[in-house]
T-cell receptor, first 113, second 115 residues
Framework: DSGVTQTPKHLITATGQRVTLRCSPR?????VYWYQQSLDQGLQFLIQ???????AKGNILERFSAQQFPDLHSELNLSSLELGDSALYFC????????????FGPGTRLTVL | GNSVTQMEGPVTLSEEAFLTINCTYT??????LFWYVQYPGEGLQLLLK?????DKGSNKGFEATYRKETTSFHLEKGSVQVSDSAVYFC??????????????FGKGTRLSVIA
């Protein structure tokens, strides 16, 4: 158990819908990262938050957005869903210091029908 | 930009065989290097890491050495077990004084070990 929690574990929805994925980082970690794992694109970084503020953006679509709340949990919002958004979405957190590893949650598997 | 290239899979080995999964990277400066493992149906777990040149990371019989001259971080294990069947990801993160940075992953190598 990494200490990072993600809900829900599975999500099945239809094209055009909107979903929210939730992540709670490890106790004491201020950074939260979101990654997307798909068969064709591999593991891609989406967005990073640090202590409530956006820190870095990767290959995140405009239809996707995220935020980090004062209690440090984070939500990833995916809207106008398309079939190609079906993927595993991982959240990770880490302590201060770029040399340290990131700790990953179990992931949310999103299926868009 | 930063990138990681690892050998394409899948790799199928017999139990007790020697394993090598190649990984090379492109980055400025001195990134930290990692191997993560994803067992079937699970999330990613850190397998080992190295933070500077010539460092050797090791864990559970796996080893990888940070080679700056060849920009490589190849994963090796002397004798694989069926329980090592998983997907292995090589990754790097840039060091930056201004704070933590995201991971850049290779595409992953699926390993299957047969008894």
């Amino acid at each position: 158990d990494s200490g990072v929690t993600q809900t829900p574990k599975h999500l099945i929805t239809a094209t055009g819908q909107r979903v929210t994925l939730r992540c709670s980082p490890r106790s004491g970690d201020l950074s939260v990262y979101w990654y997307q794992q798909s068969l064709d694109q591999g593991l891609q970084f989406l967005i990073q938050y640090y202590n409530g503020e956006e820190r870095a953006k990767g290959n995140i679509l405009e239809r996707f957005s995220a935020q980090q709340f004062p209690d440090l949990h984070s939500e990833l919002n995916l809207s106008s869903l398309e079939l190609g958004d079906s993927a595993l979405y991982f959240c990770a957190s880490d302590p201060v210091g770029s040399y340290n590893e990131q700790f990953f949650g179990p992931g949310t598997r999103l299926t868009v029908l | 930009g930063n990138s990681v290239t690892q050998m394409e899979g899948p790799v199928t080995l017999s139990e007790e065989a020697f394993l090598t999964i190649n990984c090379t990277y492109t980055a400025t400066g001195y990134p930290s290097l990692f191997w993560y493992v994803q067992y079937p149906g699970e999330g990613l777990q850190l397998l080992l890491k190295a933070t500077k040149a010539d460092d050797k990371g090791s864990n559970k019989g796996f080893e990888a050495t940070y080679r700056k001259e060849t920009t490589s971080f190849h994963l090796e294990k002397g004798s694989v077990q069926v329980s090592d069947s998983a997907v292995y990801f090589c990754a790097l993160r840039q060091t930056r004084n201004s704070g933590n940075t995201p991971l850049v992953f290779g595409k992953g190598t699926r390993l299957s070990v047969i008894a």
